[in-house]
Nanobody, 123 residues
């Protein structure tokens, strides 16, 4: 079992920045692929970014060059630095973990999920 707890969400003006954190516990963190997804009201869950246990990184086109995912295996943490935020980035952001070999952009490939943290970007 893996427990995930997100933090760092909040209200920010367009153009601002936020840093989300995800604390993982329960098993060997450095063998897991970690992902960030988001879900806005009335919309499907959407891939944002992922980092595999190898360090390979993936981004959705909509956030590329604005968001940065990173992990600290010593602290069992994964981060999402979000810059140049836009109102369309408003959503609940969820951290996910799993032994994902292929398809890190697909939500059902992940076994464990956090409760999410709300990010609201005002125009």
């Amino acid at each position: 079992q893996v427990q995930l707890v997100e933090s760092g969400g909040g209200l920010v003006q367009a153009g601002g920045s936020l840093r989300l954190s995800c604390a993982a516990s329960g098993r060997t963190f450095n063998t897991l692929s970690m992902g960030w997804f988001r879900q806005a009201p009335g919309k499907e869950r959407e891939f944002v970014a992922a980092i595999k246990w190898t360090g390979t990184i993936y981004y959705a086109d909509s956030v590329k060059d604005r968001f940065t995912i990173s992990r600290d295996n010593a602290k069992n943490m994964v981060y999402l630095q979000m810059n140049s935020l836009k109102p369309e980035d408003t959503a609940v952001y969820l951290c996910a973990a799993g032994n994902v070999l292929n398809g890190v952009t697909i939500s059902n490939r992940y076994d464990y999920w956090g409760q999410g943290t709300q990010v609201t970007v005002s125009s």
